[in-house]
């Protein structure tokens, strides 16, 4: 009998040591997971950090009616200033430079906007990876319980072996 439950009892211990080492491989693979969007995180808000001049939303709305009203002023100073070919020149330069100025404000607008989606969806990733933590945390101390179940039951064999 003492022969039988000591061999379930290390047959118990190996279930008990490959299901740990899965655990831990488990806890490896998602500690490195974290570490590798943590990383990802703070290399996009350096990078933000490195173009620190990206504008919000009201500043963009506010720089496009300016360059709205600087288009507007253009065309009423083209056709004030007919007078000589050099100024028309100068004043489509101009009208091209503000063409360009907006389409610069409204992709600035969209990397915004795309930025904050994609650290949202880093949130989220995170908040299931500290669930998954715990999870395994959890499932880690319940295998410890049961390691110590398997040594109370042991004691309570010696006990009644010794008697």
């Known amino acids: 009998m003492f022969h039988e439950e000591n061999n379930g009892r290390m047959v118990d211990h190996e279930k008990y040591k490959k299901e740990l080492e899965k655990v831990h491989k488990e806890l490896d693979t998602l500690g490195d997971q974290y570490s590798q969007l943590v990383e990802d995180v703070t290399k996009m808000f350096d990078w933000e950090d490195q173009n620190n001049r990206v504008i919000s939303d009201e500043e963009f709305k506010q720089k496009?009616?300016?360059?709205?009203?600087?288009?507007?002023?253009?065309?009423?100073?083209?056709?004030?200033?007919?007078?000589?070919?050099?100024?028309?020149?100068?004043?489509e330069k101009l009208a091209q430079e503000l063409k360009e100025m907006k389409c610069i404000y409204r992709s600035q607008g969209e990397i915004i906007r795309n930025t904050r989606k994609e650290r949202d969806g880093f949130k989220k990733e995170r908040d299931w990876l500290i669930e998954e933590k715990k999870r395994l945390e959890f499932l880690v101390g319940d295998l410890m319980k049961a390691g110590h179940g398997n040594k109370d039951k042991l004691e309570k064999i010696k006990s009644i072996l010794s008697e």
């Open 64 to 91: 496009q009616m300016d360059v709205d009203k600087d288009m507007e002023k253009l065309a009423i100073s083209k056709e004030k200033d007919s007078d000589g070919i050099g100024k028309m020149k100068e004043m």
